[in-house]
């Protein structure tokens, strides 16, 4: 069986932590302004979207409810 050999970036760990590092860097972290908007958008949503499926599931329930009796 023969050896794998190891690529540059899997035998340095020191030199894939500063590759990270790099990335890291890269990153653009949104303002507090802009993290407090896309959240209350988020939960907005999820309310709209909760309330929807609970209109619908009640609406089924009453129709099969009524294809029953």
Not at 14 to 43: C, R
């Amino acid at each position: 069986m023969e050896e794998v050999k190891k690529t540059g970036a899997e035998s340095k760990p020191a030199s894939f932590w500063k590759g990270v590092k790099a990335e890291f860097s890269k990153i653009i972290w949104p303002t507090k302004e802009t993290l407090t908007k896309q959240s209350v958008a988020v939960v907005v949503i999820t309310v709209i979207t909760a309330g929807l499926i609970a209109v619908i599931d009640r609406g089924l329930q009453y129709g099969i409810n009524f294809v029953i009796r």
